[in-house]
């Protein structure tokens, strides 16, 4: 196999995008990516989308695509996995460019979600149908599931969870292109609307219409694109039940810990080797649950770490520092590969005011429904 | 890149299945490829389905499939490209063995299509919904214009795509997994309820419930798992614009031209080296397209080659010897994969009444919507 390096990076402004669809969202993040890069060509292409079928009425979004990107023949491929669409996608990309059989792929993920649709009904379609969404369960009602059960095992408290938020709108408050670019209090998140006990509305991340790309390629092709040689080190995906219920302990996402172990093992380093990650905060609980499966701390005190700042940007381990998806914003097919464009932005040090000093090697983590997938990448500067 | 055999296969029936769920016909697929293969674990798994999001609400099948596999942490992704889904799963399968990131891969196809929710309108979504679906073009409808076009341009006439029919139909008879296993006329065909003129009941596909899957590891290992020896010597992928209406010329289905063209190139072959094929027989147009399209007759002359009988059993070029779509069966997101079931079941000499002779040598083309994308594999026994 060959190594692979990311070249190129593109997203659109996240937002609730009415006046914008699915496909000028993905050209825009496309071009910008392709644009960045300097390629002449592509070789193939791998969209991530969670839904388009159930918001927008469309699928075989590989032809409509590389269609309205002007890439006639592309070779092109949509991949779904709930909210870990992207991440997939760019694990993909990646295998096909270590393959041999490409040289430059792009790599891309969108998600149009305000479109008049039912978001809670098309989301549901993450969980388990038959035995989870059917009898009523939403994503709101499953993540405070798991989010009473890691209050009852390991003390954690409503003012940790709020201190994920604070944080990350926080970090999001200096990215151009977050949804929310707005601090909070941690009164803001105690006094929101309830949503689901004990998640109010800012324990949630939003509905958010956006895109995002990244363009790879063989490592010893990268320098004819770029200065800043960043390359993918590790990469690892795993699935665990879809339905919240079927897990032998619901506040330990297995799926996140044994995508996280693969990729580690592939790029041989260790948790404490990493400088920086975006880890997928559907929910403030997630991000908790994410950073004790994939080892920045121990299982079960990922709520007192957070609020003592060990996550904050000048923290131990920074994490989400482009706003996450909480203040970033959540168009959840597009989430991975914005993940991927917040990790460029700072191993190539142009993250603004919320660039983590010294950063040579960022996480991201991505994943689908309540755990049932993971995608994890590791990324160096060389 | 290492080279790649199939070592298993499996499917289910296909027909109108009301009383099978999605994820038991997967699993039942599933379980007969790692049966047939003799394997004892899986690396990873891709699994091609189109619009479960719209026929059943749910999405995220790589964690559901993992799961009701038995197959814990597994790594899965899920392929979408409207009916050529299972053909590009088929297709990443083979490119993460090759690259050799995995030795074992599950490929698969499933679609769950009877389920109360409007077959029209969730096919529709393979179209491009604004110009096109929204305004009230249907698959039939489309299939409908490029036959006309192709009557006008070329001559073809309402028997010999009537021809098709009767030859998938004869073929699908000896199949038992076929949803359809009954021979039918020419009159049959010409005198069938008209659904889009020229195109009437017995020139469409039906709508079908199945599932199908295949085992792919490296040619180096397969001789540990079977005496018979089938290697994929060729693989092409492409896609075209996602409506009919901005072709170039709406008779030639250029993505399936483009992609026989890098398959051929990959194996070093011609379509004359080509022993059988299985093509996307949608629609009888279609077929005749399709043809034409990856070289088995010239341009222009798939309707007198088909009624002439070169297309049949004991013909000079056997197509859609399992029945095709027309006869076996369209669970869409199975066809890719069900295609190559059939590859497999000819060149391993166990294909029963339908059996071409001397099968060396097989192609599997698997189209999306009306040709908005289009992949093909060459398999040949060794």
Chains 1, 2 share one sequence.
Not at 181 to 210: E, R, Y
Not at 226 to 239: F, H, P, Q, R, Y
Request: net charge negative; glycine share 10%.
């Amino acid at each position: 196999m060959r190594d692979v390096a990311v070249i190129g990076i593109g997203m659109t402004k996240f937002g609730e995008l009415w006046w914008r669809n699915l496909r000028e969202l993905y050209v825009e993040a496309a071009l910008k990516a392709i644009k960045d890069a300097g390629v002449d060509h592509l070789d193939s292409m791998y969209v991530g989308c969670m839904t388009s079928g159930l918001f927008c009425a469309q699928e075989h979004l590989a032809s409509m695509m590389a269609d309205y990107l002007g890439q006639k023949h592309l070779a092109a491929y949509r991949i779904e996995s709930a909210c870990a669409s992207s991440g997939l996608a760019f694990r993909l990309g990646f295998i096909e460019v270590a393959s041999g059989m490409s040289d430059i792929v792009l790599v891309g993920g969108v998600e149009k979600m305000h479109t008049g649709a039912d978001a809670t009904y098309c989301l549901a379609a993450a969980a388990d149908q038959d035995y989870e969404a059917f009898h009523g369960n939403t994503f709101p009602g499953l993540y405070a599931l798991i989010a009473r059960a890691h209050m009852a095992k390991y003390g954690t408290t409503r003012n940790q969870m709020a201190a994920v938020a604070v944080k990350n709108h926080y970090n999001g408050s200096m990215n151009p292109n977050a949804q929310f670019q707005m601090k909070i209090s941690i009164d803001t998140v105690l006094n929101a609307t309830p949503v689901a006990d004990p998640l109010g509305l800012f324990d949630c991340s939003p509905v958010t219409d956006g895109a995002a790309a990244a363009i790879l390629c063989p490592l010893e092709l990268a320098k004819q694109y770029t200065d800043t040689i960043i390359k993918v080190v590790g990469s690892g995906a795993a699935t665990s039940t879809i339905a919240v219920h079927q897990r032998d302990d619901i506040t330990f996402l297995d799926a996140v810990h044994m995508s996280g172990k693969r990729a580690y093992e592939m790029a041989g380093l260790k948790p404490e080797d990493i400088d920086f990650a975006e880890v997928h905060d559907c929910f403030t609980i997630a991000e908790i649950c994410n950073i004790e499966a994939l080892g920045f701390c121990e299982v079960g005190k990922g709520g007192p770490f957070s609020e003592a700042g060990n996550t904050a940007l000048d923290g131990k381990i920074p994490i989400n520092t482009s706003g996450g998806l909480k203040s970033k914003g959540h168009p959840v097919g597009a989430t991975g590969v914005a993940q991927i464009v917040e990790l460029v932005e700072q191993l190539r040090g142009t993250a603004g005011g919320r660039q983590v000093k010294n950063a040579k090697r960022g996480l991201a983590q991505n994943m689908g429904g309540s755990g049932g997938s993971s995608v994890v990448h590791i990324l160096e500067v060389q």
